[in-house]
């Protein structure tokens, strides 16, 4: 009943900056919770960044944090992740997930995540 879809990746010089977009259409709500998690050729899906369904709450991975962030607009059902100074080793397809009543505990695993994306590629040349 929820459908998601990411846009805004593309090629990019490895210092460079890209803005992703994921928009939601269906039966969506504010309080849905949304994660962005990536995968590179050969490894696993790995968390990037979380923000609750009002906003107030953002986490991020390690790797990201001071370099990403993640915010929504509720309005346009549009979550955003601006990410700045990346690296070569993020080259990845990237895709956003959604789900109601994620915890603080667990915001990290897809298993939480009951709506998702194609993914939008982000290609980080060196």
């Known amino acids: 009943q929820v459908q998601l879809v990411e846009s805004g990746g593309g090629l990019v010089q490895a210092g460079g900056s890209l803005r992703l977009s994921c928009a939601a259409s269906g039966r969506t709500s504010s309080y849905y919770s949304t994660g962005w998690f990536r995968q590179a050729p050969g490894k696993e899906r790995e968390f990037v960044a979380f923000?609750?369904?009002?906003?107030?709450?953002?986490y991020y991975a390690d790797f990201v944090q001071g370099r990403f962030t993640i915010s929504r607009d509720n309005a346009k059902n549009t979550v955003y992740l601006q990410m700045n100074s990346l690296k070569p080793e993020e080259t990845a397809v990237y895709y956003c997930?959604?789900?109601?009543?994620?915890?603080?505990?667990?915001?990290?695993?897809?298993?939480?995540?009951?709506?998702w994306g194609q993914g939008t590629q982000v290609t980080v040349s060196s």
């Open positions: 997930a959604a789900g109601s009543r994620i915890s603080s505990d667990n915001y990290y695993s897809d298993r939480e995540y009951g709506y």
């Open positions: 923000i609750s369904g009002s906003g107030l709450r953002t």
